[in-house]
């Protein structure tokens, strides 16, 4: 299993992903106490603390070394503010799969950032990691998400019906995915 390397330069259109630092563990969890939605629609089991997502952040070396998960941040060309999270998991080597994850905060919603930012990770795991096959998975009810993977060529191939138990009910998932062209 390949270690994942930190992709250097990913930027376009103002947007800039790059590493998590520290210093992002309090707007990361600040964007869900603004959103009390968030966490429900991207399936955490709870909400993160700063705390948590300070552990989160020293952990991500570990993770990369696997070749298990990768977390940058999105940002703009000053490469300060948490904008938020995009991440490559679900990593399936010997499948060339992963799953691509994605979520703002909310004052940087409906700027077309996750759109850039999603595309960003996307084209660089198909070129860098040379996956075949990437996978976006969301809750029906989570028409942004949708439209963001539909924008970017995601087709849906189905609902997984009560696939997922989070925050103590079973809820549906949708299935979307894109190949390598």
């Known amino acids: 299993m390949p270690s994942l390397?930190?992709?250097?330069g990913l930027a376009?259109?103002?947007?800039?992903?790059?590493?998590?630092?520290t210093?992002?563990?309090g707007p990361f969890a600040a964007a869900f106490r603004e959103d009390p939605t968030l966490g429900v629609l991207i399936g955490a089991d709870e909400d993160p603390t700063e705390n948590g997502v300070r552990r989160f952040i020293a952990r991500q070396p570990?993770?990369?070394a696997r070749g298990e998960f990768l977390g940058l941040a999105v940002t703009d060309t000053s490469r300060r503010p948490f904008l938020?999270?995009?991440m490559l998991h679900t990593i399936a080597w010997r499948h060339k799969r992963a799953e691509v994850g994605y979520w703002l905060v909310p004052a940087a919603r409906g700027h077309r950032v996750g759109h850039t930012a999603v595309s960003l990770l996307?084209?660089?795991?198909?070129?860098?990691?040379e996956l075949d096959r990437i996978e976006i998975t969301t809750t029906p009810d989570n028409a942004p998400a949708r439209a963001l993977?539909?924008?970017l060529g995601f087709e849906q191939e189905g609902v997984m019906v009560s696939r997922n138990l989070e925050r103590g009910r079973r809820v549906d998932v949708v299935l979307?995915?894109?190949l390598r062209k």
């Not at 259109?13 to 790059?18: K, M, P, S």
């Open 149 to 151: 993977a539909h924008s």
């Open 176 to 178: 979307l995915a894109r």
């Open 12 to 21: 376009r259109e103002d947007v800039v992903l790059r590493r998590l630092r």
């Open 84 to 86: 938020g999270h995009v």
């Open 5 to 8: 390397p930190i992709p250097e």
């Open 23 to 25: 210093r992002d563990a």
């Open 122 to 129: 996307v084209d660089w795991a198909f070129a860098t990691l």
């Open 62 to 64: 570990g993770l990369r």
